[in-house]
């Protein structure tokens, strides 16, 4: 998974990482944000925040960025500012293609 990101944020405690931000982006149009993550013990300390923000000043000026949230971080991503899409799909791994559209 992070061999093929081509973005990551990062912070660390005293060497100890304690949160990520991992990305797939072609730094113009759209940015990916496969996954931020936060340990447990250091979330309420704006590190999700933080790192949004450095992927966001590493971003051209008119990239934006999009992700899939997880259940329990739903509520999360509109106190950063993140606008809901109604116009997203996903395709699961596995799922056959229907044979005529």
């Known amino acids: 998974m ?6 990551m944020a990062a912070c660390r405690d005293n060497g100890l990482l304690v949160g990520l931000a991992r990305c797939v982006t072609d730094f113009h149009y759209c940015c990916y ?3 931020l993550a936060v ?5 309420r300390r704006g ?3 933080r790192l949004v923000e450095l992927v966001r000043q590493a971003l051209g000026p008119r990239c934006q960025i999009v992700l899939l ?3 329990a971080a739903v509520e999360y991503y509109p106190r ?3 606008e809901h899409h109604d116009q997203a799909w996903i395709l699961p791994p596995g799922k056959a293609l229907p044979n005529s559209v």
């Open 33 to 35: 944000l496969s996954d």
């Open 80 to 82: 950063l500012g993140f």
């Open 47 to 49: 590190i999700g925040r």
């Open 39 to 43: 340990d447990a013990a250091y979330q």
């Open 2 to 7: 992070l061999a093929h990101s081509n973005l």
């Open 69 to 71: 949230a997880a259940p």
